[in-house]
């Protein structure tokens, strides 16, 4: 492999998982991040927006349902399903799985120029900050 700024990485579901959620951080750039959000129970606990940033979901394993605004089902999706959430979109979701854990890739896009916020329209019932970020790249 020539030299460069590379990020590698390997996806491995955590087994340690101290809450209902783990985000493992897979890489990331300026411009682009990938991760991947194991969800026991609950899933993305309000519905929000983010100001300059699109999000690509893909369910790996589980099934996960995404609402709109007034809670209405904008898509429930099984493995290798997924949604694309442009930016300014409301949403949030929720494992609908029964008997698997949820795991979904999120990549997210950020608009150049854009100050990249979250925009609550209803108040957090699960701090999102308090959701364990794991980070597994090896830069190149």
Same mark, same amino acid.
């Given at each position: ?13 955590? +087994? ?9 951080? !897979? @890489? %990331?750039?300026?411009?682009?991040? $990938?991760?991947?959000? /194991? ?9 929000? +927006? ?9 369910? !790996? @394993? %589980?099934?996960?349902?995404?609402? $709109?605004?007034?809670? /209405? ?68």
């Amino acid at each position: 492999m020539s030299e460069g700024s590379y990020q590698v990485f390997k996806y491995e579901k955590p +087994s340690d998982m101290p809450g209902g959620k783990a985000i493992v951080q !897979l @890489a %990331g750039s300026d411009i682009i991040r $990938g991760r991947v959000q /194991v969800v026991r129970e609950g899933g993305e606990n309000n519905l929000h +927006s983010h100001r300059g940033m699109d999000g690509f979901w893909m369910v !790996l @394993a %589980g099934r996960v349902r995404f609402y $709109g605004p007034g809670d /209405v089902v904008i898509g429930e999706f099984g493995k290798y399903e997924g949604i694309l959430i442009p930016r300014g979109e409301q949403y949030w979701f929720e494992s609908a799985s029964d008997d698997e854990e949820l795991e979904i890739l999120q990549m997210a896009a950020f608009e150049k120029g854009t100050k990249v916020e979250r925009v609550d329209a209803e108040a957090q019932k699960l701090k999102v900050g308090s959701v364990e970020v794991r980070e597994v790249t090896e830069t190149r």
